[in-house]
């Protein structure tokens, strides 16, 4: 599910879509939280339209002044297939601080900075910058 959720993101930016839309999952939200919280995405709402029974998740990507996405590049880390665990020692700064890795720690989905700074560890989700 976080894989649909990063190939749509990925492909919106590319695009140069306004936002996107998504089924809703509680992963979803957190990841697309933190990486408001970092400035790559503008908003994140969940809603219901009426007749539907499932929620949805509606994502609008940030943009610069020049109008281009802040997002530049996101990479897949963590696959079904091979996870890839970090300890919080090693989490580093990402393109000199101006990116940031999205990490699923015991406490939740955090970016590398705040699990650096709790002093958790967990499974690396993606890299953006």
């Known amino acids: 599910m976080i894989a649909d ?3 749509q993101l990925k492909n919106a930016v590319m695009a140069k879509n ?3 839309e998504l089924p809703y ?3 979803s939200e ?9 400035g790559f995405i503008e908003t994140v709402k969940v809603f219901k339209t009426t ?22 590049n996101l990479k897949i880390v963590s696959k079904p297939s091979l996870k890839q665990y970090i300890k919080h020692k090693d989490i580093k700064k ?10 699923s720690t015991p406490r ?11 002093s958790l560890g967990g499974e690396v989700i993606c890299e953006v910058y």
Not at 30 to 38: G, M, N, P, Q, R
Not at 108 to 118: D, F, H, P, S, Y
């Open 25 to 27: 999952s509680k992963l």
């Open 51 to 72: 007749g539907e029974p499932f929620k949805r998740l509606h994502i609008d990507i940030a943009f610069d002044e020049t109008g281009n996405p802040v997002m530049t």
């Open 18 to 20: 306004k936002f996107f």
């Open 94 to 103: 990402i393109r000199n601080g101006v990116g940031a890795q999205i990490i």
């Open 108 to 118: 939740g989905i955090l970016t590398g900075q705040e699990a650096r700074k709790k």
């Open 30 to 38: 957190s990841v697309a939280t933190a990486l408001k919280d970092c």
């Open 5 to 7: 959720f990063l190939s």
